[in-house]
């Protein structure tokens, strides 16, 4: 579904990512972690068409992407300027379905329902600066939902919210990953988090960024936040992937 072939991207002389290679199959949640500096947010902007690589191809549905895609959305790490805060939250939600064509009390309906599917209804009618950072970023999530786009990107969505709410948030995701078609590209730094809600962890390395490893995630569900950390699978991924961020090579058994 999403192909990215040999992506290098430069600022100058400066080399962020080199020659990334990557499939990604439909339908998939596909975590992506490295150390600060390794091309995360870089590459997931030319995924999402808003800066073109220095040189390979980003390839969505085998069409290159030389623009934004119509059928893309992005949750963004920093909620509150991701939502406009002179619009209600319904409002915030409804506001990129005019992309859609679709008339405004359609718009509406659709966003309501977004809402509902975050835990939201009873919010609609507040605007963002009456919301705590948690329930913005669903708002902004119910946004990308209600969009209802074939490719979600996401850019360490949860780094600025506290522990319980991104508990809650990672298991919201889930819930989102099991109901829909969506396919889902996930950066974080969080390496418990890679593990806990891909069912792939790419693993970048750097500077410049590469894929260092592409590991499965094989773990049992429902996925549940306690009892899931806990198994020996969960805890000896975990290691692996925090080796290879730390730039330890690890041999797979």
Request: hydrophobic share 40%; proline share 6%.
């Amino acid at each position: 579904m999403l192909e990215i072939r040999d992506l290098t991207h430069s600022y100058d002389e400066h080399v962020a990512l080199r020659e990334v290679t990557l499939r990604i199959e439909a339908k998939s949640l596909v975590s992506i972690v490295g150390p600060s500096g390794c091309g995360k947010s870089t590459l997931l902007r030319c995924v999402a068409g808003l800066q073109a690589p220095t040189s390979g191809e980003v390839l969505l549905d085998g069409e290159p992407i030389t623009g934004v895609p119509g059928d893309l959305a992005v949750v963004f790490q920093d909620y509150s300027r991701s939502l406009y805060p002179w619009l209600t939250a319904r409002d915030n939600v409804a506001l990129p379905l005019r992309r859609r064509g679709l008339d405004k009390a359609t718009r509406r309906q659709k966003a309501m329902e977004a809402l509902e599917e975050v835990g939201l209804i009873d919010t609609a009618g507040k605007y963002p600066w009456q919301l705590s950072g948690g329930m913005q970023q669903r708002v902004a999530i119910a946004r990308a939902l209600a969009f209802h786009p074939k490719l979600l990107l996401m850019d360490e969505p949860f780094g600025s919210v506290d522990a319980q709410t991104r508990e809650d948030l990672e298991d919201l995701l889930l819930q989102i990953r099991a109901s829909s078609d969506m396919t889902i590209l996930f950066v974080t730094h969080d390496i418990d988090e890679s593990v806990y809600v891909g069912d792939r962890v790419v693993v970048l390395g750097g500077p410049p960024g590469h894929v260092a490893a592409d590991l499965p995630v094989i773990l049992p569900g429902p996925r549940e936040q306690i009892a899931t950390r806990e198994l020996p699978e969960f805890v000896a991924l975990r290691a692996e992937v925090g080796r290879l961020v730390r730039g330890r090579l690890v041999e797979r058994r």
